[in-house]
């Protein structure tokens, strides 16, 4: 049965039993009307001027407050906190640190278990860290979400501050909030400050010729976009990125200083101390891990800067090593240092590669703002001994720091065009697409009822399980299952087979991957999925669907990476192992395909030229 995207939560359904039993159910899909109207009116620009309209001149408060949020988790290169540290020095008073734990965001944003998990180890070692400079870290956590800009003025008011600085969120509902805490603010005299730190080069900077953020342009012929409709975006967006940074090096590159310590008399503050004594969570409720699962988290994405520091340092002088692909911990001994065979100077070749230790898997310590993005840059420049940044197609450093440019062009997509964070398309025009039901029947017996799949239809369960007998499809959703964390062009292959192999909407997609990345961010996710749907900014046009077949020979060239994960599939060698023969599936226990490409194929072109049409 195929159908509309409907704006409702239950096309959306969640294969997580904690989204069904709260009674906090928040709406997943904005109608075109709403998007369209916060798009005329971007927040992020309204909290700029709000910023500027803030209090000028506050009286001298009893201490300075940095709110921490969850993508600037770190100590050193912390834009935000080393601001908030110099004004406590200058004006001679203690600077508190504050993170708010927020259950309702979490649920809204489709946080995984594994993302909150990781958040937490890290803010423990946070915590123990700011505790050596006499900085306490102070967590709250709070519920309902929309009171949580109340909270914080009333938390920052009972400290005595006068002055709260804070790392901009660029999401929609963290804007609106952080716009609410502006204004209430301003009426009780305190100063608000919010910076940029989570890009290189902030939003706002890389604009078209007529002054608008990148994006896409089309050619429209006869109301279908061409062949050659969809022009070059990120391209051009890169090579201005680029420019820019390499224009303003010690501006955009600023290496910011770890926070002075407070002097020793906080811990005997009457209002102070106790705040030391605050606990952090071990978990938050609906958010547990099982513990064979927290255990293998930990060993995989060790927490704290010093593991992300070290990881950077290997992917930037080591060698590939075949024992290191899969779950396996990154800090492992017995690394070969090269200084002209390193996974980063063989990036531009080996990239696509997931039968290979290719890829730096820093995705995690950098949505989490554990490593700074800056630091990042900064390592290739001294690694060349340049001052300037490399960023060309031709060598494995300017590929690499071009997959950092995309962190900052999507979320420049975020702050130019709100609607993605509501669910709906960049080109609203797919909406009309027709994608098939994806949910099962109230009475669908499902094969295993110990399994709670929120009624997930036949097609959806097999591609979340990674039983679709698409071998590259099927290993990289177990792989996804198993670790929270997926090579990026998996991403790709198996987003693109959802979307045009099985016409599933591309949100349902969007979705089940944050639930179970670790490294889970909304501009970078969202980004990712619209771009293999095809409904999104600079997207793979609708007419290039990617067969998953050709794909796995060239992302798994050896075979090792489904052989890994897809082990029925491990006596099969060459084209078999890529897409194994009816007799041979059959043999090993293998599910046959749940749809012939050439068949989906043309569904999809169909589908994509006349949206709305079945």
Same mark, same amino acid.
């Not at 928040?26 to 909290?47: G, I, M, Q, R, W």
């Given at each position: ?85 110099? +004004?406590?020095?200058? +004006? ?13 965001? !979490? %649920? ?15 803010? %423990? #070692?946070?915590? $123990? ?45 963290? &804007?609106?909030?952080?716009? #609410? ?27 078209? #010729?007529?002054?608008?953020?990148? =994006? ?9 976009? =061409? $062949?050659?409709? %969809? ?57 547990? &891990? +099982?513990?064979?699962?927290?255990? #293998? ?9 010093? $593991? ?16 290191? =692909? ?6 492992? =001994? ?10 980063? &100077?063989? !990036? ?169 990345? %670790? ?10 999925? +619209? ?84």
């Amino acid at each position: 049965m195929a159908k509309h995207a409907r704006d409702s939560n239950a096309q959306l359904s969640s294969s997580n039993k904690r989204f069904c039993t709260t009674h906090f159910r928040p709406n997943k899909v904005a109608t075109s009307e709403a998007a369209a109207a916060v798009d005329a009116d971007p927040p992020f620009f309204k909290l700029e001027a709000a910023v500027k309209d803030s209090v000028k001149n506050p009286i001298k408060g009893e201490s300075i407050v940095y709110w921490m949020r969850m993508a600037d988790l770190r100590i050193s290169d912390n834009r935000a906190l080393w601001l908030a540290s110099s +004004q406590a020095k200058k +004006q001679e008073i203690p600077l508190i640190v504050i993170f708010a734990l927020s259950p309702q965001d !979490y %649920i809204a944003h489709d946080r995984s278990p594994r993302r909150i998990d990781f958040t937490l180890r890290n803010l %423990i #070692k946070l915590k $123990a860290s700011l505790a050596e400079l006499d900085i306490p870290l102070h967590s709250v956590t709070h519920t309902p979400r929309r009171t949580m800009a109340d909270r914080i003025i009333s938390m920052v008011s009972d400290f005595g501050c006068t002055n709260i600085y804070a790392n901009i969120e660029y999401e929609l509902d963290e &804007l609106r909030r952080d716009l #609410k805490v502006c204004d209430l603010a301003k009426g009780k005299g305190i100063k608000t400050i919010f910076v940029h730190n989570k890009c290189i080069v902030e939003p706002g900077i890389i604009l078209t #010729k007529d002054k608008r953020a990148y =994006s896409v342009r089309l050619l429209v012929v006869n109301e279908f976009v =061409s $062949a050659n409709a %969809i022009l070059e975006v990120y391209s051009p967006y890169q090579r201005g990125w680029l420019k820019e940074l390499n224009s303003n090096i010690p501006h955009y590159l600023e290496d910011c200083p770890k926070p002075e310590a407070n002097p020793s008399s906080i811990r005997t503050n009457a209002k102070f101390a106790s705040l030391f004594d605050t606990p952090i969570p071990p978990a938050i409720e609906g958010f547990e &891990l +099982q513990q064979e699962d927290r255990k #293998k988290m930990r060993d995989v994405f060790p927490e704290g800067e010093e $593991a992300a520091a070290e990881i950077l340092r290997r992917f930037l002088t080591s060698k590939s090593r075949t024992s290191q =692909s899969g779950a396996v911990n990154p800090l492992a =001994s017995g690394e070969e240092e090269s200084n002209k065979a390193s996974r980063i &100077l063989k !990036y531009d070749q080996d990239r696509d590669r997931a039968d290979r230790d290719s890829t730096s898997r820093l995705s995690v310590y950098l949505s989490s703002g554990v490593l700074s993005i800056r630091e990042c840059v900064r390592a290739t420049m001294k690694l060349l001994n340049s001052d300037k940044v490399e960023g060309g197609r031709d060598s494995g450093i300017g590929r690499w720091v071009q997959e950092l440019a995309w962190r900052d062009f999507y979320t420049c997509v975020l702050v130019g065009y709100p609607r993605v964070s509501m669910g709906r398309p960049f080109l609203e025009k797919f909406s009309a697409v027709v994608w098939e039901d994806h949910q099962a029947p109230e009475d669908c017996e499902t094969v295993d009822k110990t399994v709670d799949r929120e009624k997930d239809g036949e097609m959806l369960r097999r591609w979340k399980e990674g039983t679709t007998g698409v071998p590259i499809v099927d290993a990289t959703m177990r792989c996804l299952k198993a670790m929270g964390w997926v090579h990026n062009r998996m991403r790709m292959i198996t987003a693109m087979f959802l979307t045009k192999d099985l016409m599933i909407d591309w949100r349902v997609g969007e979705r089940y991957f944050m639930e179970q990345l %670790i490294d889970g961010d909304l501009a970078s996710n969202n980004g990712g999925w +619209q771009w293999s749907a095809s409904t999104g900014v600079d997207p793979c046009p609708y007419f290039r669907i990617f067969n998953p077949y050709s794909q796995s020979t060239k992302a798994d060239p050896t075979g090792d990476f489904i052989r890994s994960w897809v082990p029925e599939l491990s006596k099969l060698r060459g084209p078999d192992l890529h897409n194994p023969p009816e007799s041979a599936a059959k043999k090993l226990g293998y599910p046959l395909p749940v749809a012939k490409h050439a068949e989906a194929r043309d569904r999809a072109l169909r589908r994509f030229k006349n949206p709305g049409e079945k």
